[in-house]
């Protein structure tokens, strides 16, 4: 069956600093989805990325499908970037997605 | 502004009562899921429609059935709430097989 696995688990930031985040995903993902949850629960969508490199704004998204990896950017990053962050794989010929265990990020002012 | 909504944002209930949890959808999406969400866990999904047919998860509890009456809704009801029952229930949207949509979620807690 699909894998997602993410890390780090958790990450501090001082607000301003950078990070990358990495979703490893198993060879049956041919759909790849980053999210971030906000305090109120809902998953907002980042970027829909099976291949390739996506930008908005402070974001950016990279997935090699060949290595089975998709690495989220977020620069100089602010308090309200806050929250937990979700990648999400689905494959085979159905759309169900399975999420990785996310990366709680807190940034401190 | 084309989204995907779910009342009630708050429910709460009895243990043992029934409850019904609503989806609907603008975006006239042929593929509605519904995701559970334990709290400091990732969503789980239960089942999902293709149009009007239903797909159930291998380990989704019988306690969980839902329906579609038309491409706009989608229901979640839940026959007997158990105390492990209580998360956030998610529904998502999306065309064949392609990106998903979320809305806000419903939090249910069960006394």
């Known amino acids: 069956g699909i894998q997602v696995e993410q890390s780090p688990p958790d990450l501090i930031l001082q607000e301003g600093a950078n990070s990358t985040l990495r979703c490893n995903f198993s060879?049956?993902?041919?759909?790849l989805q980053w999210f971030h949850q906000n305090p109120w629960g809902q998953l907002i969508n980042l970027f829909y990325?099976?291949?390739g490199t996506k930008q908005n704004g402070r974001l950016s998204a990279t997935t090699v499908a060949t290595e089975r990896y998709s690495l989220l950017y977020i620069s100089s990053s602010q308090t309200t970037d806050s929250g937990v962050y979700f990648c999400?794989?689905?494959?085979?010929?159905?759309?169900?997605?399975?999420f990785g265990k996310g990366t709680k990020l807190s940034v401190k002012p | 502004d084309a989204m995907v909504i779910q009342n009630p944002r708050y429910q709460v209930t009895q243990f043992g009562k029934p409850v019904t949890l609503s989806c609907s959808q603008t975006l006239n999406h042929n593929v509605m899921y519904w995701y559970q969400q334990k709290s400091s866990q990732a969503p789980k999904l239960l089942f999902h429609y293709y149009d009007k047919d239903f797909n159930n998860e291998a380990d989704t509890p019988d306690n969980f059935q839902s329906r579609r009456p038309n491409t706009s809704f989608c229901f979640l009801d839940i026959r007997s709430p158990g105390l492990g029952d209580a998360a956030m229930y998610l529904c998502?949207?999306?065309?064949?097989?392609?990106?998903?949509?979320f809305g806000p979620g419903t939090r249910l807690t069960v006394l």
């Open positions: 060879d049956s993902v041919n759909n």
């Open positions: 999400a794989g689905a494959g085979g010929s159905q759309g169900n997605l399975i």
């Open positions: 990325i099976p291949s």
């Open positions: 998502a949207t999306s065309r064949v097989w392609g990106e998903q949509f």
